[in-house]
């Protein structure tokens, strides 16, 4: 199995910019499909964007796309979230999940077995 850390949240302004990491260690980070997640207190685990096994699909939220990108290094075992035009709604935990069962990626959380802690993102205005 597969184990996932977090980092790169943090506080910033509205219409920064900021990068998310999330480190895989335990297994062959080429077999999982990978996703990015948040979550904001008392509502439920929001899909922001996935990527597939070799980094060439990609899919994004209709409210993130054209302002974050989702990246992976194969090599490096990491998964990215490059946040750009930042709004005080971004604000949440993110986390990123993997899963070995997906291909492409998903937009829903029930598919991913492995989760990160999560990371903060505060936008202020």
């Known amino acids: 199995q597969v184990q996932l850390v977090e980092s790169g949240g943090g506080l910033v302004q509205a219409g920064d910019s900021l990068r998310l990491s999330c480190a895989a260690a335990?297994?062959?980070?080429?077999?999982?499909?990978m996703g990015w997640f948040r979550q904001v207190p008392g509502k439920e685990r929001e899909f922001v964007a996935a990527?597939?096994?070799?980094?060439?699909?990609?899919d994004y939220a209709d409210s993130v796309k054209g302002r974050f990108t989702i990246s992976r290094d194969n090599a490096m075992n990491t998964l990215a979230l490059q946040m750009n035009s930042l709004k005080p709604e971004d604000t949440a935990v993110y986390y990123c999940?993997?899963?070995?069962?997906?291909?492409?990626?998903?937009?829903?959380?029930?598919?991913?077995?492995?989760w990160g802690q999560g990371t903060q993102v505060t936008v202020s205005t």
């Open positions: 335990g297994s062959t980070f080429l077999n999982y499909a």
């Open positions: 999940a993997a899963d070995p069962d997906l291909l492409y990626g998903s937009n829903w959380s029930g598919a991913y077995d492995y």
């Open positions: 990527i597939s096994r070799t980094g060439r699909t990609t």
